[in-house]
């Protein structure tokens, strides 16, 4: 089975933290994902990645970075935490099969960060 | 632009009754992928099904069943006699373009409540 872990289920930060998400994932897989889940917006792409040290931009990148190191490890860094970043942080991967198809993403358990 | 678009935001219904959720999308790539996610109250999201853009057959997993219409660019689910269990979030979610992309966009989600 795809195991895709996040670090922390709950965080609680103080405005102007900075906050480190981390996301690791243990089927090998090229692509990873992380999305932020609030109410009435349903997912939202804030980056992803498609190989180490890769990165693309998604459709909410302000306010966040990301890091891959390692092919099983994404990490998503908020540099200075605001209350609007108040929000479910979920991370996803998949896996890549250049020119055959795009496979089904799995996600991890979600991480709800208060920011306060 | 690509665009995922659940219109129904939340669903009630009696246990037994069928129930579809629809789910439009844009996209102006000839090669792209569609998926329904579930997210239970638990909090993770479960892949139900993937559909690619040259396999307009619609599919049927026990009391699940899909329908694909390019003419139409709709992804509807069909639950037959739902179930307490089947109450969740669903997600409908596009990906296009060839494997080595990992984009992938999610719908705003339709909550399906079903009552005993």
């Known amino acids: 089975d795809v195991k895709v872990t996040q670090s922390s289920r709950y965080l609680v930060k103080r405005t102007g933290e900075k906050v480190f998400l981390e996301c690791v994932q243990d089927m090998d897989h090229e692509n990873m994902f992380w999305y932020r889940q609030d109410p009435g917006l349903g997912l939202r792409l804030i980056y992803f990645s498609y190989d180490v040290k890769m990165k693309e931009k998604g459709d909410i990148p302000e306010g966040y970075s990301v890091s891959r190191e390692k092919k099983e490890r994404f990490s998503l860094i908020l540099e200075s935490a605001s209350t609007n970043q108040t929000s479910m942080y979920l991370c996803?991967?998949?896996?890549?099969?250049?020119?055959?198809?795009?496979?089904?993403?799995?996600f991890g358990q979600g991480t709800r960060l208060t920011v306060v | 632009a690509q665009k995922v678009t659940q219109a129904q935001t939340e669903i009630s219904v009696v246990e037994k009754e069928d129930v579809t959720l629809d789910c439009v999308y844009e996209t102006r790539d000839t090669t792209y992928y569609l998926f329904w996610y579930k997210q239970p109250p638990s909090g993770e999201l479960v892949f139900l099904i993937r559909r690619n853009s040259f396999d307009e057959q619609n599919e049927i997993s026990g009391r699940y069943s899909w329908n694909f219409q390019k003419s139409t660019s709709s992804f509807n689910f069909t639950i037959t006699a739902s179930q307490v269990v089947d109450s969740a979030v669903y997600f409908c979610?596009?990906?296009w373009g060839g494997g080595s992309q990992g984009n992938l966009i999610f719908g705003k989600g339709t909550k399906l409540s079903v009552k005993p």
């Open positions: 996803a991967s998949s896996l890549s099969l250049t020119g055959v198809m795009n496979t089904e993403a799995f």
């Open positions: 979610a596009l990906s």
